[in-house]
Nanobody, 126 residues
Framework: DVQLVESGGGSVQAGGSLRLSCAASGSTYSSFCMGWFRQAPGKDPEGVATNDSVGRTTYGDSAKGRFTVSQDNANTTLYLQMNSLKPEDTATYYC?????????????????????RGQGTQVTVS
């Protein structure tokens, strides 16, 4: 099993920035896809960004050009740098992981469907 713990959420004014972190611990796997999704009250989950074992990244339309996903060299912490924040970015942000016991695993399903997720961190933009 893997445990994911997010941090870095908070309240910020429109135009500001936040950096979310997701610390992963537990079992090791041969490859992975990790990412962020968000969910606002009354709305469906929305994929924000993903990063896989070989550094391929994807972004949801709302994140393109403003958010950057990255991971530390040990692949134990996932980050989401969010710039130019807008009120519509207000949501609970979740870190999630899809893990594989073979090499070459890649991101192939919505981030909200990954089997592992953290408890979420609230981001409020006013």
């Amino acid at each position: 099993d893997v445990q994911l713990v997010e941090s870095g959420g908070g309240s910020v004014q429109a135009g500001g920035s936040l950096r979310l972190s997701c610390a992963a611990s537990g079992s090791t796997y041969s490859s992975f896809c990790m990412g962020w999704f968000r969910q606002a009250p009354g709305k469906d989950p929305e994929g924000v960004a993903t990063n896989d074992s070989v550094g391929r990244t994807t972004y949801g339309d709302s994140a393109k050009g403003r958010f950057t996903v990255s991971q530390d060299n040990a692949n134990t912490t996932l980050y989401l740098q969010m710039n130019s924040l807008k009120p519509e970015d207000t949501a609970t942000y979740y870190c999630a992981a899809d893990l594989f016991h073979f090499r070459g695993g890649y991101c192939h399903r919505p981030t909200s469907e990954f089997p592992y997720r953290g408890q979420g961190t609230q981001v409020t933009v006013s």
